[in-house]
């Protein structure tokens, strides 16, 4: 039995959607990673702020184990931040020894895929940073903070973060259904990057600062209306989005260049080292961005060189399929700030 092309492209779209609303449970949004802050004081006196996402309600499990000679003074104090997240402050009393080549661990870290940031300030004035995840869940303080090491670490966090972050992959896919040559492909990426690039800078800078709500819901409306511009190119119809990709990826990348500043204003900048950090984060981003776009628009090639009735299917399903998911975001996202 033959069932009618529409049904099977509604078929195939309802498939598509669910395959994508599946990850989109736990990837939807920012990457959340968690944040060790120990600042040393003089007279051997640390203040330690642990800060956990939360899911669902629950801690992920994690649980930071210092030193022996740290002893606690009072209890911890604990409140639930704005965001999806548990904060918990402490101080410890070291006794006068140096923090310099003890280690911090964070247990529980290696069954559960997520970052820990480790940001240290001693005495000294001297800061360490670190990243710690399953396969990497200790940090001995060196002697010397090194630049290099806060150079990998933010890179790493930022390719990790738009590599996790289904919404800006959704934006670049798009594109890619869209975009129709080399040239016009590089453009659009470039006009991308200019614009998050330059938003991700003046937001961690503290030059621009829009509530996080409000920028996710209109990333997710990005998407769904780049989802239309799609559709309606695979109905023969010449978009704007298809005249001008580059102008359409600079707008939006605007807005995503603040959804990238709302992650790492959750990572942290260590204050000695803006620059720096933020630097590698935006190269990380841009790593990350590149390994996505040459590796659909290869798989995209593909499918087209194929020019059978399946592939036209997957074409054309595909745009449905990221509008439903990114409608449902839209709503979702819009009832948070209502």
Do not use: C
Not at 102 to 113: A, D, K, N, T
């Amino acid at each position: 039995m033959k069932f009618p092309h529409t049904f099977n492209l509604k078929l195939l779209g309802s498939l598509l959607l669910l395959a994508l609303a599946v990850p989109s449970v736990s990837h939807a949004d920012e990457i959340s990673p968690a944040l060790l802050e120990i600042t040393e004081r003089e007279g051997g006196w640390v203040d330690v702020t642990w800060k956990i996402p939360v899911k669902q309600d629950r801690g992920l499990g994690l649980t930071p184990v210092f030193p022996e000679f740290f002893e606690p003074v009072g209890q911890p104090s604990a409140r639930r931040t704005q965001g999806n997240g548990y904060v918990e402050f402490s101080t410890f009393r070291t006794g006068g020894r140096s923090l310099t080549g003890s280690s911090i661990e964070i247990e529980g870290l290696g069954p559960i895929q997520t970052d820990v940031l480790v940001q240290i300030s001693l005495a000294d004035g001297a800061h360490h940073n670190a990243i710690l995840r399953p396969g990497t869940t200790r940090y001995v303080i060196p002697e010397q903070p090194t630049s290099a090491d806060i150079a990998v670490s933010y890179w790493g966090m930022g390719t990790i973060h738009i590599l996790e972050g289904m919404d800006h992959l959704l934006f670049l896919l798009v594109l890619l259904l869209i975009i129709n040559g080399l040239w016009p492909l590089i453009k659009t990426v470039t006009a991308f990057t200019v614009a998050h690039s330059l938003t991700l800078a003046l937001a961690t800078l503290g030059l621009v600062n829009i509530p996080p709500a409000p920028t996710e819901a209109v990333i997710s409306l990005s998407i769904l209306l780049l989802a239309v511009e799609a559709v309606h190119k695979s109905q023969g119809q010449l978009t704007l989005a298809e005249r001008y990709p580059w102008l359409i990826a600079f707008t939006f990348g605007l807005v995503h260049g603040l959804g990238f500043a709302g992650a790492l204003s959750e990572i942290g900048v260590p204050q000695n080292d803006v620059p720096l950090a933020l630097l590698m984060f935006n190269l990380g981003v841009e790593t990350g961005q590149v390994m996505f776009v040459v590796g659909v628009s290869l798989l995209l090639v593909g499918v087209r060189k194929l020019h059978n009735h399946s592939a036209d299917l997957f074409l054309r399903a595909t745009p449905y399929a990221i509008g439903g998911l990114a409608a449902f975001w839209t709503i979702q996202r819009i009832d948070l700030f209502l």
